[in-house]
């Protein structure tokens, strides 16, 4: 019987089969070694393990034993793909593998065997910002047991719709030309961390990360906490959703489809360890995923089309080897500004022959680039705001610019525990409805643009290597 993923909130308000299901098999596979490949800990070390960090959180005790050195260096354990265009075929293989483990388990435990892991549809309206309530009372509907469900830490189990977007949606193509914002990321090597981050990995995905906090904020635990894998699963549908869509371009070059060369591996329930590839994770291939709607919550226009009639169409979406057209570096500012507890400014200087911005936008997309973004705490939060101190007739109040960005993965990417490459993340924002209203006819020659940049509770100051815009033709 094929597995459909449905809405966690259609399954109602409170406990229901799907969910008492999903956390009995958490507690059975929580109670399994680290070394055994099904195990609750296994599978969140596959996202991301650090020593020190389980021991302080007490994931693991310092006796525990851990998987053998064949499966470390990202072979499965500390795998997960982010900041570049592996992130959504990657983490797709990684929920099939997980629903697969348990879905065995609820069949083993004596539930069904069509089990399906449900998916947190954030974007359905205000009452969906909530979690579901199965995920924080703390007693199974016994009234006895406790809910693993709800054990993890959590800083919010509410999001805020102002922190979360749909906005990624409206990205046509899929892969990320250098300095610009793609739907899925840049093209990148097997790379655990570190790279072009895409549109839909930003926000909503890394946003939900940083506003639930705790586990979830930290890539090393947040595939411990219970909520992960919904939340993936609504990531991972957005995708799905993208793809039913004709105006979209999806890649298929050799290099995306064959995956890289040192391939992902995902466990199977029978402990067997299989190789997979981003073709496969595609429409009609081995690992995709089936649910229920790919509509609602998805921030694209209607389709007069059924279900049914999306699902036979596979995937309507263009597929191209073609590298997404180029970008061009238009300005930039003079190098690496430090955030941290006090705001940064930092003038990002237009070349001479981009100082007409209303140029600039006319059939172009125009980026702000955050590049090779680092620091030491796993999640950062920073609001980028944007001014035109020589064109400030033209930027009406209410009309600046501002955004705020959230990153998961920061210490790894930033090479803080010397373990990974340490390019940080570099980060590009649409901001071509500013360059627009920067028109050459209101008055002098826009020369260069302020960014001010805030972090968010700063722990640790993050650094950003160069502020630079580009602009990218459409089409
Ligand atoms: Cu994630």
Not at 77 to 106: D, K, S
Not at 364 to 386: D, P
Not at 443 to 464: H, S
């Amino acid at each position: 019987m094929p597995r459909v993923r449905v809405d966690v909130s259609s399954l109602g308000a409170g406990w229901n089969p799907t969910l008492e299901w999903y956390a009995k098999a958490v507690a059975k596979l929580q109670t399994l070694p680290a070394t055994d490949r099904t195990s609750w800990r296994y599978l969140g070390g596959i996202h991301g393990y650090k020593r020190e960090t389980w021991i302080s959180k007490g994931v693991i005790t310092d006796k525990d034993p851990l998987p053998p050195d064949t499966e470390w260096d990202g072979r499965m354990w500390n795998q997960c793909q982010h900041q570049g265009y592996f992130f959504l075929p990657w983490h797709r293989g990684y929920l099939h593998a997980f629903e697969e483990i348990v879905g065995a388990t609820v069949k083993a435990l004596g539930g069904p065997s069509d089990w399906a892991l449900p998916y947190w549809n954030y974007f359905d309206g205000d009452s969906a910002l909530q979690m579901h309530a199965a995920f924080t009372d703390p007693k199974m509907p016994d009234k006895t047991t406790d809910n693993p469900l709800a054990a993890p830490p959590r800083t919010n189990t509410a999001l805020d719709k102002t922190k979360i977007s749909l906005d990624a949606m409206k990205n046509k193509i899929y892969t990320s030309a250098s300095g610009t914002s793609g739907f899925g990321g840049g093209v990148t090597i097997f790379k655990h961390f570190g790279g072009l981050t895409g549109a839909l990995e930003l926000n909503p995905h890394n946003s939900v990360h940083r506003r639930i906090g705790g586990f979830m904020e930290d890539p090393n635990t947040a595939g411990l906490d219970p909520i992960f894998w919904l939340h993936h699963c609504n990531v991972d549908r957005l995708w799905a959703a993208w793809l039913t869509r004709k105006d979209h371009v999806m890649e298929d070059g050799d290099a995306w489809k064959n995956g890289p060369v040192r391939k992902f591996e995902m466990p199977g329930p029978d402990g067997q360890l299989h190789a997979f590839t981003s073709a496969e994770t595609m429409p009609g291939g081995r690992l995709a995923p089936t649910y229920d709607d790919l509509q609602n919550g998805t921030g694209l226009p209607a389709v007069s089309s059924s279900l049914e009639e999306v699902e036979a169409e596979a995937m309507p979406a263009r597929l191209s080897s073609e590298p997404p057209p180029p970008a061009t570096l238009v300005g930039a500012n003079s190098g690496r500004i430090t955030i941290g507890e006090t705001a940064a400014t930092t003038d990002v200087r237009l070349q001479p022959q981009a100082t007409e911005l209303a140029g600039l936008a006319a059939e172009q997309r125009v980026f702000l680039n955050l590049e090779n973004i680092r620091g030491r705490a796993s999640s950062a939060t920073l609001t980028v705001r944007i001014s035109a101190p020589a064109a400030a007739s033209a930027l009406t109040e209410g009309s600046s610019f501002s955004q705020s960005i959230d990153l998961f993965g920061l210490a790894e990417s930033s090479g803080a525990d010397g373990e990974h490459g340490g390019n940080g993340i570099s980060v590009a924002i649409d901001i071509t409805e500013i360059a627009n209203q920067l028109a050459p006819d209101s008055g002098t020659p826009v020369e260069q643009l302020e960014v001010r940049i805030e972090q968010e509770d700063a722990e640790a100051p993050v650094t950003v290597e160069r502020v630079s815009i580009y602009k990218q033709p459409v089409g």
